[in-house]
């Protein structure tokens, strides 16, 4: 059962991290080439969009990863493979609650002027990318950890 929700993590941790490129390397770059306003308004649209998938990815991951961790022998070095790859989804949720889910918001409800939004969306994306940068991370340990759990059996 543990290989079984270890592919399940796996795959979640690849699937969000898709996800997250794609909303940095097309979306991201559609939102900034957008006039500041026109941009809030099409956000408004686009991200309740954006949230299912990112939803659907990211828990089975995180959940599994959580599981496979609690499960993994105390003294392993799959237990700490896995640890990293919570600890790093753990990140990526907090990060989103506190600082993108607000600014989404914020965009969504048009409440900053041009100038502001600007500065908001491009730091909005310069963080984006540290969560693309957690997730690739995070799935190199959870093929670590998978990989020594089953070796290791």
């Known amino acids: 059962m543990r290989q079984t929700i270890s592919t399940i993590a ?3 941790i690849a699937a969000f991290a898709g996800n997250m490129l794609n909303i940095g390397l097309s979306h991201a770059i559609y939102w900034q080439s957008l006039e500041p306003k026109e941009f809030m308004k099409f956000f408004a649209i686009d991200f309740p969009l954006l949230l299912a998938p990112t939803a659907v990815t990211l828990l089975p991951a995180w959940l599994g990863s959580l599981f496979v961790f609690l499960k993994s022998d105390k003294k392993s070095e799959s237990r700490k493979y896995w640890r990293i790859v919570f600890w ?3 990140v990526t949720i907090i990060q989103t609650s506190i600082y993108h889910l607000p600014m989404n918001l914020d965009f969504m409800a048009l409440k900053y002027d041009a100038i502001t939004a600007t500065s908001k969306l491009n730091g ?3 963080s984006h990318w540290i969560r ?3 997730s690739i991370i995070s799935g190199i340990y959870a093929i670590k950890g998978f990989q020594k759990s089953t070796y290791n059996q």
């Open 88 to 90: 790093g989804l753990t």
């Open 10 to 12: 796996i795959l979640g």
């Open 124 to 126: 909005w994306i310069i």
């Open 132 to 134: 693309i940068g957690i």
